[in-house]
């Protein structure tokens, strides 16, 4: 049997206020990348960015992935030399359950791109983050965010969840629906979809700014 490919499942990204307060892009930073839990054909990792100046952490990630075998695209189990790594940390789990559209949403499109490919075949997973990210702030300049005023990229973000369902292939025309948080409206929802088919999820909760008029 060859190598297992890694797929992402589920992420939760938190941006902790030293991200900002510290301008870490300005000064060296350290990265731990760690194996939290492991089940048959999945693992859960975490990944944490700290200052190396003031060792505050800056932000980290919790994601679930799951091994699968290249050609099939069935899972696959996960290699014994990552079990032997596995350290158990107390880290909220990132969500697995997709959430409904609602009929009002604010709908863009976008087609997959060859710089959007990696070695999987398919749609990179930073790349699915940032044609959703594109699609919140051309809601937001389209008026469809009323509750936030201004340029949507300049707002601090808080934090980023991820859910993946589907492949993405180069050439692939996807349609994504924005929508806000009911009662919540610092929370944004995207969801990718080719045709009827569900791709992906993203959820951003953003900072309060002094002229989003919330």
């Known amino acids: 049997m060859g190598a297992s490919s890694i797929f992402a499942v589920a992420s939760r990204v938190e941006i902790l206020p030293a991200f900002y307060e510290e301008e870490p892009t300005c000064g060296p930073i350290k990265a731990t990348d760690r194996v939290i839990h492991v089940g048959k054909t999945s693992q859960q990792r ?3 960015i700290r200052s190396l100046y003031t060792g505050k952490l800056l932000h980290y ?3 679930l992935f799951v091994h699968v075998d290249p ?3 069935r899972p696959t189990p996960v290699p ?3 079990r032997a790594f596995t350290g158990y940390q107390k880290y909220f789990i990132p969500r697995t359950k997709a959430r409904d559209i609602p009929p009002n949403a604010y709908v863009t499109s976008v087609r997959v791109q060859m710089s959007d490919i990696d070695r999987n075949g398919h749609m990179n997973q930073s790349h699915y983050i940032r044609v959703c990210h594109d699609a919140m702030c051309d809601a937001a300049s389209s008026g469809f965010l009323s509750r936030m005023k201004g340029d949507l990229a300049k707002h601090r973000i808080k934090s980023v969840a991820s859910l993946h369902q589907g492949e993405a292939k180069a050439g692939d ?3 994504i629906s924005t929508w806000v948080e009911r009662g919540e409206p610092l929370i944004i929802h995207t969801a990718v979809k080719r045709q009827q088919t569900d791709i992906m999820q993203c959820t951003m909760e953003f900072q309060k700014e002094i002229n989003s008029h919330l």
Do not use: D, F, S
């Open 46 to 48: 975490v990944i944490e």
């Open 173 to 175: 025309a996807l349609l």
């Open 61 to 63: 990630t919790v994601g």
């Open 71 to 73: 050609v099939t695209r």
């Open 80 to 82: 014994k030399n990552i």
